[in-house]
């Protein structure tokens, strides 16, 4: 008998969807968007229908396996949990917990997920992986700015006259801010894409900015100039709500309109329209995250917040520099869920720079890994570093579904449920503020089992069994208990589906800031206390010096897979380098051409794709390709983090290019 169920997208992506979910005899048959739900209505991308074939594919891990003299072999759970375990008690007896490695990334958006944490906890320790590789300097950047990274209401900006969509492709990755966009164009709001690619959300905008890769800082800067020359600065704001104007006057007068116009490669008179944009609005700013995973990253989107604040956009209704929603993910216990406060031996390397601190050997070093929530040896920076590293490591334990690149490099893989197959509520604290409710709907396939009864059955052998001894209701509801007095219950969400979360949809209307001087913070009191240099000044990227190698090389998210969870499912298997005209006409090629793309950590193969618009130096090549469908651009990619917040710098890779002569 076919039945339907509400349900959640788990992956880590902007839209946080509402799923409608059919099951016949026990297995998913369908998954489909929820028309209620009154952000996603409805509408999903095919990365969330595929999560039926995540489920239901042959390909799926069933069994617990051991590596024995390099090939994999199928054992019981029980002599699984008893032999890590039992490596955990020794390891920790021996060297002390810091010797083993949690790598785990964010794969699955579900609040039980967070338990990993709770576990180390109550384990003593470890080493723990910090850092973001994907928004952590642009997070650390609005924290200086504003006291927190917090975006509008998707529907507010229906109530913005200009919409700046600044590095984020949401036709791929935001469909339903996408989705608003070509509403938005229906009603006369002018639409302006500033990206280094002219990709298909590029092609929808009225205005296309082409910029080079790693200086939309000094862009904003020159926009600022002209708000200055134009005299609609907004006094008002920057008199009575803001901190450290004056400190920031002084960067703008280090550079002059002709060096931003050379630097930038946008036109004066596009700066001036842009000014236009910014003055008359209200002026909406979504910013992505692609431009700031370079070293100079924090300093980028420092800069657009105060292109923003000075030009009036910041706390009214059709404005805003959208960034993330940290109070969605704010709303929960988190630290109740995980047992923050219990104080432990804790040591960090951050997620760039995990395989150098594991092959320096400098402490303790590294004598099990597990990872969990991730694919490092696909989606790390510089993949032969991480390789090296997970090569030295005596015991590593991979928790997954599929066998990945980096559970090739296990001595134990534990296979995991996917999200029909437990229970669990899903939020995403990037885009809207609704929280949803995913069921247990079907059996798990084989024997595989959910995250929280791995780390259940192990704290049970390792003598913390109860921490542990709770229902997964009981879990939930200690991760919402910050949420009772405002009337969200587990049983609520459970029966309504999903909630809206007690969060403003302007932030900072009454412009009383999260900063210590409680003012928008031209000048960052807090990292200053910090000991950073709090000042609002551009930085350059990392990898600028060009006679090397001459391109920019980019690795936007691929369209049709999230990071690396759906190219195995796909049978895809050609590298796409996408390159510019002025490039194609350099080395005479043309589309499906075969190249290399090459620097000093790496190189890859692929297919030519020639994208006319985009900035002339400028390649991409999407992320999250396995090894046997062509290859990690990660393999290019530099392991170095930027210098506000500890955020990834993948973008900020140079590369050179050739052409693969046919042999026929
Ligand atoms: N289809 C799909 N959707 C996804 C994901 C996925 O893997 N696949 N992943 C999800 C996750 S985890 C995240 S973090 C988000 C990310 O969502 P986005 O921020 O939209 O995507 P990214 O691919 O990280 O960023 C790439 C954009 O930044 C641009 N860019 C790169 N360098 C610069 C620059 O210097 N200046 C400017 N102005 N633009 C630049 C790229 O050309 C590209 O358009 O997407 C989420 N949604
Ligand atoms: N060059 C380059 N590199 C990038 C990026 C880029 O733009 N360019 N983007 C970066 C960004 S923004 C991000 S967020 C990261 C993402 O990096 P990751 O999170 O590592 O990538 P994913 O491929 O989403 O997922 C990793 C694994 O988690 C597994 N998984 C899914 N659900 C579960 C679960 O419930 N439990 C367990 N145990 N495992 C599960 C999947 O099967 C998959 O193998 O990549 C980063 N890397
Ligand atoms: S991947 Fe994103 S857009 Fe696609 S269904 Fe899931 S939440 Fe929605
Ligand atoms: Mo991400």
Not at 74 to 91: P, T, V, Y
Not at 109 to 126: A, P, S, W
Not at 293 to 311: E, P, Q
Not at 377 to 395: C, G, H, Y
Request: with cysteine.
């Amino acid at each position: 008998m076919k039945e339907t169920h509400k349900s959640a997208c788990p992956l880590n992506c902007w839209d946080a969807c509402s799923f409608r979910v059919t099951v016949e005899n026990d297995l998913v048959v369908k998954v489909d968007g929820n028309k209620d739900h009154p952000i996603t209505k409805g509408k999903i991308c095919s990365r969330g229908r595929m999560l039926e074939a995540r489920t239901n594919s042959p390909l799926r891990l069933t069994k617990p396996l051991k590596k024995e003299l390099g090939k994999f072999k199928e054992i019981s759970w029980q002599q699984a949990l008893d032999e890590i375990a039992e490596k955990l008690h020794s390891i920790k007896e021996t060297y002390g917990p810091t010797a083993v490695l949690h790598s785990h990334d964010y794969s699955n958006n579900g609040l039980l997920k967070n338990l990993d944490q709770r576990f180390f906890t109550c384990y003593g320790g470890l080493t723990e992986v910090v850092g973001s590789l994907c928004w952590g300097a642009g997070i650390e950047a609005q924290t200086w700015d504003f006291g927190n990274s917090e975006s509008h209401a998707p529907e507010d900006l229906f109530n913005s006259k200009h919409v700046i969509i600044w590095g984020r492709n949401a036709a791929s990755t935001n469909i339903h801010l996408f989705a608003h966009l070509l509403e938005a164009k229906k009603r006369g709001i002018h639409i302006t894409v500033i990206d280094p690619l002219f990709h298909k959300t590029a092609q929808i905008a009225d205005t296309y900015v082409s910029i080079r890769p790693g200086m939309d800082g000094l862009l904003a800067i020159g926009i600022i100039k002209e708000l200055q020359r134009l005299n609609v600065l907004n006094r008002s704001f920057i008199e009575n709500y803001s901190y450290g104007f004056n400190d920031f006057m002084r960067t703008l007068d280090e550079y002059s309109l002709d060096e931003i116009v050379e630097e930038t490669s946008v036109k004066k008179d596009m700066i001036t329209l842009l000014a236009k944009q910014y003055s008359q609005g209200p002026t909406s700013t979504y910013l992505g995250l692609g431009l700031q995973r370079y070293a100079n990253g924090g300093h980028t989107i420092r800069l657009i917040d105060a292109l923003v604040a000075v030009s009036g956009n910041i706390g009214i209704s059709g404005g805003g520099a959208n960034y993330g929603n940290l109070s969605v993910g704010q709303s929960f216990s988190l630290d109740a869920l995980t047992l923050a406060d219990k104080k432990v031996e804790k040591r960090t390397f951050t997620r760039m720079n995990q395989a150098e601190k594991i092959l320096s050997n400098e402490g303790v070093p590294i004598r099990m890994a597990i990872v969990t929530r991730g694919n490092p040896v696909t989606q790390l920076p510089d993949t032969n570093q991480v390789e090296k590293a997970f090569l030295s490591i005596d015991t590593i334990v991979v928790i997954d579904q599929y066998m990945t690149d980096t559970a090739e490099f296990a001595d134990y893989v534990l296979p995991c449920t996917t999200v029909f197959e437990e229970e669990d509520i899903y939020y995403a604290s990037m885009y809207h503020s609704y929280v949803n409710y995913g069921p247990k709907l079907v059996s798990p396939k084989g024997e595989s089992k959910s995250d929280r009864w791995i780390w259940t059955e192990l704290a049970k052998r390792l003598g913390f069994g109860k921490d542990f001894a709770y229902s997964g209701d009981e879990f939930l509801s200690i991760g919402l208990k910050s949420l009772v007095k405002e009337g969200i219950t587990l049983e609520r969400i459970k029966k309504e589906g999903f909630i809206k979360l007690p969060i403003p949809d302007v932030p900072w209307k009454d412009f009383r800031f999260k900063t210590p001087s409680g003012k928008y913070e031209f000048t960052s009191n807090m990292a200053t206390r910090e000991g950073y240099d709090g000042r609002l000044t551009f930085q350059y990227p990392l990898e600028v010096e060009k006679e090397k190698h001459p391109y920019h090389l980019v690795s936007k998210h691929p369209s049709r897979s999230n990071h690396s969870q759906h190219f195995h499912l796909l049978n895809d298997d050609k590298v796409v380098v996408e390159i510019s005209e002025v490039i194609a006409n350099e080395h005479v090629l043309k589309d499906r051409d075969k190249v290399i793309v090459f620097n000093d950590r790496g190189q890859i193969e692929g297919f030519v794709k020639i994208t006319p618009k985009s900035h002339a130096d400028t390649i991409n090549i999407d992320e999250g390709r396995w090894k046997s469908f062509g290859g990690t651009v990660n393999i290019l990619t530099n392991s170095g983090q930027s210098q506000i917040g500890l955020g990834g710098i993948q973008y900020d890779c140079l590369v050179s290019l050739r052409k693969v002569d046919s042999i026929t």
